[in-house]
């Protein structure tokens, strides 16, 4: 109310710098008028100010809560070389690496605009937050989180956290920061409904990610901070596996890290400095996929240095089971780590120990990609959408028998089943977790967004995490259905 009196009060005592708008209401009018007076809002275009709108919920006058962060906004200011623009540029990287849709190990996540969120697929842990253990097979909203706004999710194996857009954690399902189930994890507890984390309070978290055997959290400050794994220094400190306290990730005092997405063991960080994106990596490198030309394991984060070497710009990073992709500013696509099924793109099944240009794609301006167990997906601008991997990640249209192998892709194919949606694709979510080590939640999944807002899934689906239910006897679906969820 506050908000409201001291923004209409602004806007009436001196004239308006738009025409009259007859949609807004007059808070709304008053939000959007002061909005125009800030410097970082006039450097945007309009289809930028219209993202960051949906971004805060369809409200100018969250936008103009969110602008007047002064301190944190100043900081950042600072951090990004003392440029307006490139704090621009900087916001702008994050919401290309943001997503709103999980396709997690059985089970899956939906956030609206909004900030509601759904839930549906195997529920033996609590995992989707409900408030029992029963499998849902169609979106359900999670009712106890009404009022608080949710802004990003992850997904694991049994478990699923959330943050808000106070900068709170909530976790349900298995009380356990591991991500996979292991004889560590097989005790834990079970949470039904969503529940602070409290080992956090205090701390603003922007981002979460669960990985096969730990979870990290992004703070607005651009630090990390890390559970569980942590022993023979494997993300730079040694703790016991079932440790719940966040411990800060050392080695990155002199960066601002923008966003993290975690493997089965590694991490990667997607890192601003003024003179452009670099990403860190930590873990395990076995097949490479720390991407320093070498398989060894780094207890502390490690610069990759080879995208210089390739003139490569990266904005956007995906942290697969056991390989890596990068899209750099330019559209291009680098891979590395374990090539197994072809999940690299370059015709083989070879490792790479740097990151390696998909030449497949070289006539292709790729704008989006993610990456699952052993299969990578790369969206175009235009929207057609490209995978490479193995089959068992039911790349869309890849039909198989039960009794021959498994088809896989090399290289980049053109996923038809996708182009015959006649929708603008601009979002792929793959599962991106071990099916050995989370075979009883069924074969991975795969959700597709469309430009419009809708929804659609293909891939395993016996425990309702497509959110349709399967007629019997039918375990994948190889064509996109409609999954009845409204993303705005």
Known sequence: MEMAIQVTCTFFSKPAHFAPDAVLSL?????????????????????????LKQQCGGSWKLVLVRLREEQEVGELKQQCGGSWKLVLRYILVI???????????????????????????????????????EDRFKPCLIRSLQGIRITQAAVGAK???????TGSVYAFGKDNFRGA??????????ITTPKIVESLKGIFVVQAVIGGFFSAVLTREGRVHTFSWGQAERLGHSSDPSDVEPRLLPGLEDVHVAHISAGNCYLLMLTYQPNGMSVYSVGCGLGGKLGHGCKNNKGMPKLIEHFQSLSFKPVSIAAGTWHAAALGEDGRVCTWGWGHTGCLGHGDDDCKSVPTIVEGLSNVKAVHLSTGEYTTFVVADNGDVYSFGSGESL????????DEEV?????????????????????????????WLNSDL?????????????????????????GVKLTEGVERLNDPMLVPVDLH
């Open 27 to 51: 808070p709304e009018l008053a939000a959007f008028d002061m909005c125009q007076k800030r410097t970082m809002f006039k450097l945007m275009k309009q289809e930028e100010r219209e993202c």
């Open 95 to 133: 919401e290309k690496n943001g997503s709103r849709v999980i396709a997690g190990p059985g089970h899956s996540i939906v956030i609206t605009t909004n900030g509601d969120v759904y839930s549906f697929g195997a529920n033996c842990s609590g995992q989707l937050g409900l408030g029992d253990t």
């Open 159 to 165: 478990r699923t956290m959330l943050v808000s857009d």
């Open 181 to 190: 189930e292991t004889l560590e994890a097989a005790d834990a507890g079970e």
């Open 395 to 402: 790349n869309g249209d890849i039909q198989e028998d039960d």
């Open 407 to 435: 088809t896989e892709l090399w290289t980049p194919r053109l996923v038809d089943s996708l182009k015959a949606l006649n929708k603008t694709i601009v979002q792929i979510s793959p599962t991106n977790a071990s099916y």
């Open 442 to 466: 069924g074969h991975s999944h795969t959700f597709a967004v469309t430009e419009s807002g809708n929804l659609y899934a293909f891939g395993g689906g016996i425990r309702g995490q497509l």
